[in-house]
């Protein structure tokens, strides 16, 4: 090993996330360094196909040159200023109307953050603001979903209902609940059909807020379609009837549309996929399709004349962040809505994801899989110990981890393993062809089968 490799330099100084450090630590990583459509390269120039769109973001795909352009332009003209006091710049406030035009929320108004991460933990902080200045202070519980995924900040990580992501960290905060996960294959009763595991879990989430106090619970936040969590496309009629609980409450529904938004599910949002009317929205990812860092907190008429109420109260709306409203990250954010609206990307979705979903429908025939699932152009392979039974692997996920790093390894494609059983997720770049979308799926058969004969001879499964 080159001791001066860039692999060996991350190796002695880069801290890594969501890896078990001391085996990154005596591992080399992936160096990537160039990208160009559904492409990147590593730093011997081996090009690997990105079939997750990196963290589910790079939607418009690597080497964009509109992007970078309007980035430059940016740059030149004003490459940075604040949105803090009484201070604006022209990208923010034209975004901020781009995106209000396009929520299905009322008189939205926007707060810009740098990532989903942060614009989840602002909205809990809002969220509690807007309550205190209501009359409200006892109104201050949040209940998310166990497997749901909100980011990585204390309140967003107390938000998660990933226990892995709790341990060691003393999470979640007080006030913080979690209610069953909408995965039918994993959480459903013998015989249950899906409407009925759909109408149970909501009346589980009525019971929880009734048991808190419906005067002690705020908001309820979900994914339209949970991302890091597997791919977990809630049977119907589960947000018909979580929405009308919610309701009677008058409790919040915080829509998470970090992954779900700008046609990854084959509509605009995923709240329109899923038909969810929320009240808050947090878009991140592919809003910029990840070429700079931004996020936006979309937040009701109501919230915001509450907060506003608040500021006059205590004479200062105390919350600001030095990139809020980031004006390069605004310039790209404008560029991709109008990439998205004069190439017409949401059509393109439509005609592709006929392709996708039939490859994954394919792949639920194999006898390694036990469920798939996808919407648009998201989908996710669950892998089962035995396919009649629906006996899961045992330890969770070690199947799923090899079946990807075999991908990687043998056949240059990228994907992603999920804590959800042993689940395998794919995001690719919304600008995917369908014979690009034929190649993802030949070379992840390929390591599918690989994975599966040395289980065979493993005894792990049957021959």
């Not at 996929?273 to 008429?301: H, R």
């Not at 609206?341 to 996708?356: A, K, L, M, Q, Y």
């Not at 152009?377 to 790093?405: M, Y």
């Amino acid at each position: 090993m080159n001791a001066n490799s860039p692999a060996a330099r991350d190796v002695r100084h880069v801290l890594h996330g969501y890896v078990e450090l001391k085996a990154q630590r005596e591992s080399l990583p992936t160096v990537i360094t160039a990208g160009e459509g559904i492409y990147v390269k590593d730093e011997n120039g081996t090009p690997y196909i990105e079939a997750a769109s990196g963290m589910w973001c790079t939607s418009l795909g690597f080497g964009e040159e509109e992007l970078v352009e309007a980035a430059a332009e940016q740059m030149r003209k004003l490459p940075y200023y604040h949105t803090v006091g009484y201070k604006s710049v022209n990208p923010a406030i034209d975004l901020a109307e781009k995106l209000a035009e396009m929520a299905p929320i009322k008189d939205a108004r926007v707060y810009f953050a740098l990532s989903g991460s942060e614009a989840n933990d602002a909205l809990v902080k809002f969220i509690r603001y807007y309550n205190n200045a209501v009359g409200r202070p006892q109104k201050k519980k949040f209940i998310a979903r166990h497997n749901g995924y909100h980011g990585a900040t204390v309140a967003t990580t107390s938000l998660t209902g990933i226990p892995i992501n709790h341990v060691a960290f003393d999470l979640p905060l007080p006030g913080f609940l979690h209610t069953t996960d909408p995965h039918y294959l994993h959480h459903a009763h013998a015989g249950e059909t899906r409407e009925a595991f759909a109408e149970r879990l909501a009346r589980e989430l009525d019971e929880m807020i009734e048991k808190e106090g419906p005067d002690t619970v705020a908001a309820f936040m979900a994914e339209p379609i949970t991302g890091a969590g597997g791919v977990i496309i809630p049977p119907e009629p589960y947000y018909e009837k979580v929405q009308e609980v919610l309701k009677k409450h008058d409790v919040l529904f915080l829509d998470d549309e970090v992954v779900n938004g700008i046609w990854r599910t084959g509509k605009l949002w995923g709240a329109e996929t899923m038909g969810i009317a929320p009240d808050t929205m947090t878009v991140a990812k592919g809003l910029t399709s990840a070429y700079q860092p931004l996020s936006a907190l979309i937040l009701s008429d109501e919230i915001y004349r509450g907060m506003e109420k608040g500021s006059l109260g205590v004479g200062f709306f105390a919350h600001g962040q030095t990139y809020s409203g980031h004006p390069v990250s605004c310039a790209v954010a404008l560029k991709v809505l109008e990439i998205i609206e004069t190439r017409d990307i949401g059509g393109h979705v439509g005609r592709v994801s006929p392709t996708f979903a039939r490859r994954l429908q394919k792949l639920g025939e194999h006898p390694l899989v036990g469920d798939v699932r996808c919407k648009g152009l998201i989908g996710a392979v669950e892998f089962v110990a035995d396919k009649k039974t629906g006996r899961l692997f045992d330890p969770s996920g070690v199947v799923a981890r090899r079946i990807k790093e075999r991908a990687e390894s043998a056949y240059k494609l990228i994907t992603r393993n999920v804590p959800s059983g042993d689940s395998i997720a794919f995001s690719p770049p919304l600008i995917i062809t369908e014979s690009e979308i034929d190649e993802v799926f030949d070379r992840f058969e390929k390591a599918v089968n690989d994975v599966m004969g040395e289980l065979a001879r493993e005894g792990a499964i049957a021959a």
